[in-house]
């Protein structure tokens, strides 16, 4: 994001970040998985505004895309195909293996927050710099390097998917009896 | 005047998303949640590999991430399949109803 205030970026980052926190929780703690979906998309739009931030504006549009369109489409279709009972699942049952896993849980995170604050940052440093994106357009780095460099994986990629469609429709048909 | 945004706090963003889908996946016993927490997880790991690709001024964060949305796309379909099918079984998708391997 080249040619834009320091503060302006600082303000986008803080509120972004703010709503993918909040809008993760909500997704988490709602009781009707609809409004969980839904919350979901959410924090899908905010990620996908950090990664406009962070230069990756081709990575941004397919998170909407992808994510916010077309997998939580799904998602919601499957809701709505099988009408859940969740009036009943949740019923205020505080159980103590909930109580546990969420402390094992927090355990991770201070691991995780360990690695955070103590890494060192000692990767190569690639040619891809803020200015030669935008001169280069990040779309077209993108694709330079998909189908060239990493050709192959996009090829098992895209037979990965296939595999994935086919299995797909032949899990879900209904079966002759 | 303001420095630049530092890469820890992306990093802290991405622990702090991964640990509520993670803590998403532990405590909720409906199936479609589980796998909403796990899409959620895969996104902040996403959010990790661009940032840091973006600090060092590379593009391979960014395509291991277009190969995470086509597997998490592929996932997606079969694992919805899946849900389809064991709803059609079981009449549910509260994951402590499936105990039995054969159906």
Not at chain 1, 15 to 39: D, E, F
Not at chain 1, 47 to 59: E, P
Not at chain 1, 102 to 126: D, P, R
Request: charged share 10%; glycine share 8%.
């Amino acid at each position: 994001m080249i040619g834009i205030g320091i503060g302006f970026k600082w303000f986008i980052f803080v509120a972004m970040a703010l709503m993918a926190t909040g809008s993760s929780l909500m997704m988490v703690t709602r009781k009707n998985p609809i409004h969980s979906a839904l919350w979901l998309i959410v924090t899908f739009f905010s990620v996908a505004v950090l990664y406009v931030t962070l230069n990756a504006t081709f990575i941004a549009v397919a998170q909407v895309m992808v994510y916010a369109g077309a997998i939580m489409m799904l998602v919601l279709f499957v809701i709505m195909l099988i009408h859940l009972e969740w009036g009943a699942q949740m019923g205020a049952k505080k159980s103590f293996a909930k109580v546990i896993g969420a402390i094992i849980t927090l355990i991770l995170f201070l691991q995780i927050l360990g690695g955070v604050y103590t890494y060192s940052n000692a990767g190569q440093h690639g040619i891809y710099s803020a200015q030669k994106l935008a001169e280069m357009g990040n779309t077209r780095a993108v694709g330079t390097l998909l189908y060239g460099k990493y050709a192959f994986a996009f090829e098992v990629a895209s037979i990965l998917l296939l595999v994935g469609i086919v299995g797909a429709v032949l899990l879900a048909r209904k079966r002759k009896e | 005047m303001l420095p630049e945004i530092p890469q820890d706090l992306y990093y802290l963003l991405s622990a702090v998303l991964f640990t509520v889908g993670a803590i998403g996946v532990i405590t909720r016993r409906n199936a479609i949640v589980i796998f909403m927490c796990i899409e959620l997880m895969l996104n902040a790991v996403n959010l990790s590999f661009v940032t840091s690709g973006n600090f060092l001024n590379s593009l391979d964060g960014t395509i291991f991430v277009i190969f995470i949305m086509a597997v998490a796309a592929a996932e997606a379909a079969v694992g919805l399949a899946i849900f389809v099918l064991i709803f059609r079984l079981k009449g549910t998708v509260h994951v402590d109803d499936f105990n039995l391997l054969k159906g």
